[in-house]
């Protein structure tokens, strides 16, 4: 069966330190990794898509990289409205419906 | 097009109630999912639809869930008789066409059932 794991379940970090999240996938035949934020409340908000492995993306203070297990979102000098649950999610080949991990908890202290 | 839209925001009922949620996707996205979440989990996927066709449920969509999406534009998601277990965020999403903008989600209905 196909699993997305993310770890840590929460972060918690000091404005400007840096970190990785990590999300860990087994699925057969991937076809695209996804990265979401979501803010209490809302729906998740789409940040990125990656397609195969060494596949890196960048959006302000967010990065995402891919490998053939496992995707990081880096962060880089955060700061407290970057405060969200980040999920990810995988679609496999043949398939629409997305795979998600249960998300990790990022809290940023200012 | 401001989105992906979904009404009620929040909806308290009591258990053995029918409810109904509805979504108005992307007006040019012809894939419309259903998805549930659960405080601290990731969304589940539930249903989805190419235009009116349902082409997926789930094995979480037991016999008291319904979907439909007549003439291929807004969605309808009912539950009959209502559990307790069914209180959760139901999420709408809609895409069309190339995965690499991803899959627009609306702000959910919260469901609570008392």
């Known amino acids: 069966e196909d699993q997305v794991t993310q770890s840590p379940e929460a972060l918690r970090l000091q404005e400007g330190e840096s970190s990785s999240l990590n999300c860990s996938y087994t699925?057969?035949?991937?076809?695209?990794l996804f990265w979401y934020r979501q803010d209490p409340g809302k729906g998740p908000e789409f940040l990125f898509t990656?397609?195969?492995a060494g596949e890196e993306k960048e959006k302000e203070r967010l990065k995402a990289t891919l490998t053939k297990k496992e995707s990081f979102l880096h962060i880089t000098a955060p700061k407290p409205e970057d405060s969200a649950t980040y999920l990810c999610?995988?679609?496999?080949?043949?398939?629409?419906?997305?795979?998600f991990g249960q998300g990790t908890r990022l809290t940023i202290n200012p | 097009d401001t989105g992906v839209s979904q009404n009620p925001r929040h909806k308290i009922t009591k258990r053995g109630q029918n409810v109904t949620f509805r979504c108005d996707p992307i007006?040019?996205?012809?894939?419309l999912y259903w998805y549930r979440q659960t405080l601290g989990q990731g969304p589940e996927f539930l249903t989805y639809?190419?235009?009116?066709?349902?082409?997926?449920k789930s094995r979480l969509l037991s016999d008291r869930f319904s979907a439909e999406r007549p003439k291929g534009s807004f969605s309808t998601l009912e539950i009959q008789r209502t559990e307790q277990g069914d209180s959760a965020m139901y999420l709408c999403?809609?895409?069309?066409?190339?995965?690499?903008?991803?899959?627009?989600f609306g702000s959910g209905t919260r469901l609570t059932v008392v």
């Open positions: 999403a809609s895409n069309q066409g190339d995965t690499a903008y991803g899959y627009t």
């Open positions: 990656l397609y195969s």
């Open positions: 639809f190419q235009n009116e066709a349902q082409l997926e």
């Open positions: 007006s040019e996205h012809n894939r």
């Open positions: 699925v057969s035949g991937l076809r695209g």
């Open positions: 999610a995988t679609i496999i080949q043949g398939a629409q419906k997305l795979v």
